[in-house]
């Protein structure tokens, strides 16, 4: 019989506020100069770190820790929150994409049967982010639907590329356009009319996230629907050349441009009639587009000319919203989230963020509250129209503030915080800005422990994934690997480190410590950990607590 109730701890008290630290990009790896946690002050988390076996240790937070398809597979914030707040490890979009295309029922879905049906007399337009960075969508699954929707009939496609060169490096968009060139040759040689109609780059075209610059959209849609852009070429290798040697943009940053034919006219504006897909099986950068191309009443831009078209998504990429209604693949069914069973069990809970990580990742993919009396979230809003290296203490210090005030007010038994700056500003590339960034967020750890002293509480120190400890590509014997010129490559996206977790305050009882028969303890077993920490026992199906209490 089901029960919402958390049986209590055997031994340990409820009622003492915990904090819950999320460092975001925070991986634990060798000291070297790309070490940017290493090369920069971090007298909080070194101190932690002592603590170790006991109050430090390391957990997994890539590959199948995390419900990725495979070990080579990076972590990222989504499926290390997903892990972090659910308790148990869910098969990820990547990996439900993967078997739906493996097995071919994607083309026998709901989903795919919608939009099959535009493609008698309608385009089918793919639109997504062009890599094998495997975070947010990757190449191979864009191929395998490519291939199949033709096979089941579609006559015209044309695909609106996003340039990556952050989940993978720099530079990489070239040949990842060119390998795409092909396939849609490919296409064509089958008598199918397909190829790259827009593009631009992740981070200034489209991928915006958690609403924070509706302008991102806005280019993305003028350049796929509208078939406006700036800049105009007949052939998407040569725009993102050009594009890149003339505007000096790198990857994620490539201005919008559109595919013209002879005639200067775009080839692939989206039309009454046809079908629409983002490819993108990661949530949190799609929902703003998936607003703009599904709803009806939208305010947020002028959309200037709204096509009737039949919409799908990779995925559904907010199960609150039901948004999109129609998608190709079922999202990974994350329920039973720790936040839910805490608040049904009284706990009253405090997140604050500069983006949705401990809120909507945190519970599943939902963006609203479980119980409005017992929850707040605040939402500091980011630095806009600037790179983050640019100020990389983003608002580490804010964020710090209000869980400090939280924790002091005496209002919440969970304070939960994510803490950007390891992870924002090591995809910049920008080694002496991350340093910056690895001390700022250490100072705001240490804000937040002090109030944890002062209140009597308890504190867990994590982080969702690696970035900033390791900013260099390596070889396999873990040498940086040297391009053609001879010269470093610097590594804008995530690694596969372990990361850390603490505990600690003077709120801990002081027999806890740190198990050591948990079998490669990943970010899933922080969940149980934490209830343990408030006071109750996990429900039986979540990955075990980290934690033991013995007598002293
Ligand atoms: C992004 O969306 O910024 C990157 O692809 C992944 O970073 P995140 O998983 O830390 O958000
Ligand atoms: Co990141």
Same mark, same amino acid.
């Given at each position: ?10 031994? %340990? ?61 990076? #972590? ?45 007399? #309608? ?41 990556? #060169?952050?989940?993978? %490096? ?16 490919? %296409? ?16 200034? !075209? ?52 559109? =595919? !013209? ?8 504006? *989206? ?35 709204? +096509? ?10 907010? #199960?609150?919203?039901?948004? +999109?209604?129609?998608?190709?693949? @079922? ?38 509250? $479980? ?12 630095? @806009? ?21 939280? *924790? ?49 509480? =308890? ?76 006071? $109750? ?16």
């Amino acid at each position: 019989d089901f029960s919402w109730t958390l049986p209590d701890h055997p031994k %340990l008290p409820k009622g003492k506020p915990v904090a819950v630290v999320v460092l975001d990009g925070w991986g634990e790896a060798d000291a070297d100069q790309y070490n940017c946690i290493h090369v920069a002050e971090t007298p909080t988390m070194d101190s932690l770190k002592k603590g170790a076996p006991e109050k430090w240790k390391l957990v997994k937070a890539h590959g199948t820790a995390v419900g990725l398809p495979s070990d080579d597979d990076m #972590g990222n914030s989504e499926v290390g929150h997903n892990a972090l707040g659910a308790g148990r490890i869910f098969a990820q979009g990547a990996k439900l994409v993967d078997t739906a295309l493996a097995s071919g029922k994607i083309f026998e879905g709901e989903g795919f049967k919608y939009i099959k049906e535009s493609f008698d007399q #309608g385009t089918l337009h793919l639109i997504g982010l062009l890599s094998d960075g495997g975070v947010h969508s990757r190449l191979d699954q864009l191929q395998l639907l490519l291939n199949g929707a033709s096979a089941n009939g579609a006559k015209k496609i044309r695909v609106h590329i996003l340039t990556d #060169g952050r989940d993978v %490096l720099d530079g990489t968009s070239v040949g990842f356009v060119e390998t795409l060139e092909n396939d849609l040759s490919q %296409l064509c040689a089958k008598g199918i009319d397909a190829c790259i109609a827009s593009g631009g780059g992740r981070m200034y !075209v489209t991928m915006d996230r958690y609403e924070n610059d509706w302008d991102v959209v806005k280019r993305g849609w003028d350049a796929q629907v509208l078939g406006e852009a700036p800049h105009k070429f007949q052939n998407a290798v040569e725009a993102v050349k050009t594009l890149r040697s003339e505007t000096k943009a790198n990857d994620q940053y490539l201005p919008p441009f559109v =595919i !013209v034919d002879d005639s200067d006219k775009a080839v692939g504006p *989206i039309l009454d009639g046809d079908a629409v897909v983002t490819f993108n099986f990661r949530a949190d950068r799609m929902v703003m587009i998936a607003k703009a191309l599904e709803y009806e009443d939208f305010d947020k831009f002028d959309r200037v000319r709204v +096509p009737k078209i039949r919409y799908a998504g990779m995925l559904q990429y907010d #199960g609150e919203l039901k948004l +999109p209604s129609h998608y190709l693949v @079922s999202p990974p069914e994350i329920e039973r989230t720790s936040g839910e069973y805490l608040v049904k069990n009284g706990i009253r809970t405090f997140a604050c963020r500069q983006f949705g990580h401990v809120t909507f990742f945190w519970n599943g993919n939902r963006s609203g509250y $479980f119980d409005e009396t017992k929850e707040e979230y605040v939402e500091i809003p980011s630095d @806009s129209g600037i790179t983050f290296n640019v100020k990389p203490k983003m608002k580490a210090l804010e964020i710090a503030e209000k869980a400090r005030d939280a *924790i002091l007010s005496g209002k919440f038994d969970q304070v939960r915080v994510n803490l950007p700056n390891g992870d924002m500003v090591g995809h910049t590339g920008d080694i002496e800005a991350t340093v910056v960034a690895c001390k700022a967020a250490d100072e705001a750890v240490k804000m937040i422990l002090d109030a944890i002293e002062q209140v009597g509480g =308890i504190y867990l120190v994590t982080a969702d994934h690696g970035n900033a400890e390791d900013m260099v590509k390596r070889n396999k014997s873990g040498q940086p690997q040297l391009d053609k010129k001879g010269e470093i490559q610097i590594l804008t996206s995530h690694t596969l480190q372990p990361v850390p977790v603490a505990i600690g305050g003077p709120g801990l009882h002081s027999g806890v410590r740190f198990r050591n028969d948990v079998q490669t303890p990943g970010l899933a077993n922080v969940a149980a950990t934490v209830m343990n920490l408030h006071g $109750f026992e996990a429900p039986a199906d979540y990955e075990p607590t980290l934690i033991e209490v013995v007598d002293k």
